[in-house]
């Protein structure tokens, strides 16, 4: 018998949608507060913040597996 | 032969957008009240489907299931064990297995629904994919707040083992992920239904085009179709399991 998965660490099936609607999310946030305020500053604060929870979720995805390698 | 005149982008939009008329072979189109629109009448034409299938074709007293049970059962006992369970532990998994079929087979049967004529793709709208990823939202916010208490829900936003700091930074973008995923489970299904239906009625459009010389294309469009099949079932499966995923993330946070 093929040993089981387990699925409830199957975040890398999402990862690249995630990162991707992330940047395009906090960008357009930023987008959006300097067609508001004026200025260019906040679209790179934007896409900055986009790139930090991009780091941060792939973070999270190598921290999961490793200690799921841990475990077996 | 060839048809200059005709306007493919027109065509592949009238095909792939909502409406409130339901044109039909041989007959007037059919003009459809203010409050309903095709997509939402292919909504309840698949509820409806659903109900007739579970409720009629689901013999529940079988012994030995044959037939529709058969086929029907292995999809239910597939998504409890595999996704459900898998993902949420096994009371939770059980007790929130029949929305995770729902969402299956509601998205598989509107995507299949997408490849009939006469009928159209509602989840190539994207209110459609939104809604159902808002109901995962919704159990990812106050069902983990209905488990695990508002502090709970909290603490499974604060990442563990961060230097206080970071946390300022972190647990912002942590909130924002909540809905940055949720928008990802959106897009995933509703950009992966339109394209394949895009690709397909470009790929007709250029026989209407162009006339013979395009007669290739018509081979090219029933190989992206039978591909079509393949992702109907696939992106039902991707969007239940994220679900699933997301769901016992907040429920059972790691620490």
Not at chain 2, 79 to 85: E, K, L, P
Not at chain 2, 234 to 252: C, D, E, K, R, V
Request: charged share 10%; with cysteine; glycine share 6%.
């Amino acid at each position: 018998m093929t040993p089981k998965i387990d699925k409830s660490n199957f975040q890398h099936v999402s990862i690249g949608l995630n990162v991707a609607t992330g940047m395009f999310v906090f960008s357009y946030l930023g987008f959006l507060a300097d067609k508001k305020w004026g200025g260019q500053a906040w679209t790179l604060v934007g896409i900055l913040l986009g790139l930090v929870y991009s780091a941060y979720e792939i973070w999270k995805l190598i921290r999961q597996l490793n200690d799921q390698d841990k475990k077996t | 032969m060839a048809n200059p005149g005709f306007n493919l982008e027109q065509y592949i939009m009238h095909h792939v957008t909502n409406a409130h008329q339901w044109r039909l072979p041989f007959l007037p189109p059919l003009e459809l009240p203010s409050f309903l629109s095709l997509h939402a009448l292919m909504l309840f034409f698949c509820a409806a489907f659903l109900i007739v299938l579970f409720v009629f074709c689901f013999n529940k007293k079988d012994r030995v299931p044959h037939g529709m049970t058969n086929l029907l059962e292995a999809f239910v006992v597939f998504i409890r064990d595999d996704i459900a369970v898998n993902c949420l532990g096994e009371k939770d998994g059980r007790k929130m297995t029949p929305l995770f079929c729902t969402f299956f087979f509601f998205i598989l049967g509107l995507n299949l629904m997408g490849l009939i004529p006469l009928f159209s793709t509602a989840t190539a709208n994207v209110n459609v994919t939104a809604a159902l990823a808002l109901v995962t939202l919704s159990f990812m916010i106050f069902g983990a707040i209905y488990k695990n208490g508002f502090m709970g829900f909290v603490k499974a936003l604060v990442p563990s083992g961060v230097p206080a700091p970071i946390l300022i930074i972190l647990v912002p973008i942590e909130v924002l992920g909540l809905f940055i995923k949720t928008f990802a489970l959106t897009i995933r299904l509703f950009a992966n239904m339109l394209a394949g239906h895009i690709v397909i009625f470009a790929l007709l459009g250029l026989v209407v085009l162009l006339g013979f010389a395009a007669l290739p294309a018509v081979v090219l469009a029933l190989f992206i179709y039978v591909v079509e099949i393949l992702v109907c079932f696939l992106q039902a499966y991707i969007f239940t399991l994220l679900s699933a995923m997301f769901i016992g993330q907040m429920y059972h946070p790691a620490h």
